[in-house]
């Protein structure tokens, strides 16, 4: 079946602290601007950061992706939402499951008249890649974006990924990204008040906001180029 509904948009990385929950913020704030109908998947069931900061602003769900269970739940939410694009923000436990049900997604886009749009958070260090390659392993029909978190520094420094085989295999069908940095007092605000970036946007004070409207400007031309080939 050709693909006509909206993607479903999977923020990954597995391991904690590469800055998927970030990652995802932005994805949200980017498509709802682009006007695109949006439905957020919230997978860390421990620490629903995602969910709380956009709760108001989109419809929302929860879904447990450890267990087999979830992973049927998820498959129904993108069933019942086909006129939005799904964002799964992935807990950093995710990977176990991902291989022993993940295949419970993988055999329902064509079903679904979806495709799978991975975005892949690393920082510099080698497990970041190794849990991609796993992770590949179950949905090898996906376009997988890697992207690197400036927040652990400039693309030259991500020496691993860019020396490796695997980038040379992602970048023949998707792309490598560089997601800029946050200044600290501006990441710290949005997540400790759980704000979206929206609501970041209208209530911080000048300096930060001009801080956060050039860092939206950034992110906003990389998920450009995301976007386009979804």
Not at 7 to 14: A, D, E, T, W
Not at 34 to 45: A, H, I, R, S
Request: hydrophobic share 45%; aromatic share 8%; proline share 3%.
């Amino acid at each position: 079946m050709a693909t006509e509904n909206p993607p479903i948009y999977m923020v990954g990385g597995s391991k904690g602290g590469v800055g998927k929950s970030v990652v995802t913020l932005a994805l949200v704030d980017y498509l709802r601007r682009m006007d695109v109908n949006v439905v957020l998947v919230e997978t860390d069931t421990s620490n629903p950061d995602v969910l709380k900061a956009v709760y108001d602003e989109v419809e929302c769900a929860s879904s447990d992706l450890d267990d087999v269970s979830g992973w049927i739940d998820f498959v129904n939410i993108c069933d019942m939402h086909r006129d939005a694009a799904v964002i799964v923000n992935t807990a950093a436990r995710s990977q176990a499951g991902v291989a022993h049900y993940g295949g419970t997604l993988a055999s329902t886009l064509d079903d679904l008249a979806r495709r799978l749009v991975v975005l892949w958070v690393i920082n510099r260090q080698r497990d970041s890649l190794e849990l991609l390659l796993k992770f590949g392993a179950t949905f090898p029909n996906a376009v997988t974006h890697v992207v690197r978190n400036g927040y652990f520094g400039t693309p030259e420094k991500f020496t691993l990924y860019r020396e490796s085989n695997l980038r040379k295999t992602i970048e023949a069908q998707g792309r490598s990204l560089d997601f800029p940095d946050l200044a600290d007092r501006v990441a710290d605000e949005l997540r400790s008040q759980r704000l979206s970036i929206r609501k970041a946007a209208e209530t911080m004070h000048i300096g930060e906001r001009a801080e956060l409207l050039r860092w939206r400007a950034l992110f906003s031309t990389m998920f450009a180029m995301v976007t386009a080939r979804a």
